[in-house]
């Protein structure tokens, strides 16, 4: 019975470890993988709408060229988007912060 546990500590701290060392690669890769799970979200998304263009005759190279104009369109606009609305959030910060100062108080 005590071997059993000593090999439970052992293997809980075995564990740790690999955990540890897994999230600091990944926290140091992060710059690499964020993009790249970003594109692969976007291709995986926009794959369905070329194949859609496709059935219908049209080139792969136009159906992707068109499904990337509307994918940098629909990125841009929800960009625009959220300018404005951090603007907006930024511009009433003032108010916040008195109605959480008299909310505190």
């Known amino acids: 019975m005590i071997e059993n ?3 439970n500590i052992y293997r809980f701290w ?11 690669g990944l926290k140091s ?3 690499i993988l964020v993009p790249l799970i970003l594109a692969i979200f ?3 998304i926009s794959a369905p709408a070329i194949l859609y263009l496709e059935r219908f005759k049209v080139p792969r190279s136009i159906a992707f060229l068109s499904v990337l104009a509307l994918v940098v369109f629909v ?3 929800i960009g ?3 300018t404005n609305s951090l603007d ?5 910060l003032d108010g916040y912060k008195q109605k959480v100062s008299i909310l505190i108080v």
Do not use: E, H, P, Q
């Open 29 to 31: 890769a992060s710059t």
């Open 14 to 24: 075995i564990s740790l470890a690999a955990f540890v060392v897994i999230v600091a």
């Open 80 to 82: 625009l988007i959220l």
């Open 42 to 44: 976007i291709a995986t």
């Open 88 to 92: 907006s959030f930024v511009s009433s």
């Open 75 to 77: 990125l841009f606009g």
């Open 5 to 7: 546990s000593g090999f």
